[in-house]
């Protein structure tokens, strides 16, 4: 539909809510979105919205389910200017969604900047099947089934689900042209947000949200407009997403005041520079060890799009005293792991599956691991190797450096800081990308909160510290970072962001830490 300027297809009606089930649409030809009731199975998984509360202010629009607590819809719902950006967080007016009978409201908003699109979070989970998203798109020619709660060509408000079939016109890189297969085929008001269905070999998945529409035949409209074309904005290539905005309610309802240890690496696939972020393992109290895996959107808030629990509760990961990520030139990530008996295991390889290609480090028993080693990190702290030397500090306060794990084990060791009284009072260590150095750089929490960075390490001694953060009660909070690591979680180049998990459970990200310091925090957990 080259040349057409079609109206923005919302709603100043009353709208409630419903969704959509997973479940096939039914191929009987329906006159319009705003005709036929649809079948049960199509209203089953559809959503109302009813948008705004004071007169003059309220819009409807429709929605569908793709997450139990998420809905997918159009972000025109939520602007006051078809086409103005929609701020994340919660909306500017009033959402109330009715799922399956029950109302309840919609809390916060994660929309696309991209494309009319947004996510919408329930106040807790609904409860009905979610819709899948497509993983491919529609062609020229191919049919979807478009439904909602909009108005009909005889009805204002309907109270139920209406559905037509639609050709698809052209797919463009985030929009989907539609023209309706029947006469009278049309979206109307209140339709905008609906889903634009596909079904192949029995599966019907969401391949766009709809987003604008000439309307023609629908209650209203000038009778004189009789063009029914319509824009869907597409989704088919938003899964990733999709996923990994809804996991960000399971991660923050996570009890994060019981993770202990926690390390980041390329465990589940990518690697710098590619599309995968940084995946993160967290080590229970209890013993339980899980992965985070990381997202393929660079969407700050929501870092991380699913989780694999890689040992049970009440595993011997109870005995694990530190954990670090280390790379030794295998296909994924592995880490290093210090048992409270002093024994140290390589796990080369790490993936959702778990632990793989176990290499004793140390035996158990051996004095000073098991009584003198406090902290250690690894990374690629000489030149040309690895991110498999691992840095150590010990309880006299001497650093040492031991080169590449993987060929040497423990064996070559060369001391970075001699014995002092100022290493016993650090308390975290990390490494990571700040400075942008050949190298990685050390990241050092210390116990009255001061935080300083030693950029890039050159396997000998310690280069000149980068403070980051006052020791001073009044001006830092960092004594209470009570486990913190870095990793690239908004980007996939350079392991320079930062989480912490503080003493009362929340959780906090600090993308682009570099030289000068902290920028940004995000609350990814609140407290617990």
């Known amino acids: 539909m080259p040349g057409f300027r079609p109206h923005t297809a919302r709603t100043s009606g009353l709208i409630a809510a419903a969704t959509l089930a997973a479940a096939a649409l039914s191929a009987t030809p329906a006159t319009a979105i705003s005709g036929p009731q649809a079948p049960g199975a199509t209203s089953a998984a559809l959503a109302r919205l009813d948008i705004g509360n004071q007169t003059g202010d309220q819009r409807g629009c429709s929605a569908v389910l793709v997450a139990p607590q998420w809905l997918l819809t159009a972000a025109s719902c939520f602007t006051d200017t078809p086409g103005a950006p929609l701020k994340s967080g919660a909306p500017k007016l009033k959402t109330t969604a009715t799922l399956g009978g029950s109302a309840q409201q919609v809390v916060n908003l994660v929309p696309r900047t991209d494309r009319d699109v947004v996510m919408a979070q329930l106040a807790k989970p609904s409860g009905i099947t979610p819709v899948p998203v497509a993983d491919a798109a529609p062609v020229t020619g191919d049919e979807v089934q478009a439904a909602g709660f909009g108005r009909t060509h005889d009805e204002w408000v309907p109270g139920q689900v209406h559905a037509a079939a639609f050709t698809v016109q052209n797919t463009g890189a985030t929009t989907i042209d539609l023209a309706g297969k029947s006469d009278g085929a049309a979206i109307c008001k209140g339709d905008t947000g609906g889903p634009a269905l596909n079904t192949t070999g029995g599966r019907t998945a969401i391949v766009g949200v709809s987003s604008l529409s000439w309307q023609g035949g629908c209650l209203g409209t000038d009778p004189a407009e009789t063009r029914t074309g319509a824009v869907a904005a597409r989704v088919d290539d938003l899964a990733a997403w999709v996923q990994q905005v809804s996991y960000s309610t399971a991660f923050a309802a996570t009890q994060w005041k019981h993770a202990v240890q926690m390390t980041a690496g390329y465990y589940t696939g990518g690697s710098a520079g590619g599309t995968r972020r940084m995946d993160l393992i967290v080590v229970w109290d ?44 295998g296909g994924t990530d592995g880490v290093v792991v210090r048992w409270t008996d002093g024994e140290m295991t390589l796990y080369t390889s790490v993936d959702a599956k778990g632990f793989h290609g176990e290499k004793q480090l140390a035996p158990h028993h051996i004095a000073e691991w098991e009584n003198d080693a406090r902290l250690m990190s690894a990374g690629r702290f000489t030149v040309n190797g690895q991110r498999d030397d691992l840095l150590v500090d010990w309880k006299d306060g001497h650093v040492s450096l031991f080169a590449d794990l993987a060929a040497n084990g423990l064996k070559k060791q060369t001391q970075i800081v001699a014995k002092n009284t100022t290493w016993t009072y650090a308390t975290q260590l990390t490494s990571g990308s700040f400075t942008g150095k050949n190298t990685d750089d050390l990241l050092v929490r210390w116990v009255d909160g001061e935080t300083t960075i030693y950029p890039g390490m050159n396997g000998k001694s310690l280069p000149g510290e980068i403070k980051i953060r006052p020791g001073k009660p009044d001006k830092s909070n960092w004594a209470d970072a009570t486990v913190v690591t870095a990793g690239a979680f908004t980007a996939n180049t350079t392991a320079d962001d930062i989480i912490v998990r503080w003493n009362d459970g929340h959780v906090s990200l600090f993308p682009g830490v570099d030289a000068k310091g902290l920028h940004d925090e995000i609350q990814l957990a609140p407290a617990n």
């Open 286 to 329: 209890d013993g339980e060890v899980t992965l985070y895996q990381g997202g393929d959107a660079n969407d700050p808030a929501h870092p991380f799009a699913a989780e694999y629990q890689l040992q049970p509760k009440k595993s011997i990961w109870t005995h694990a005293v530190n954990v670090t990520s280390t790379n030794t030139g």
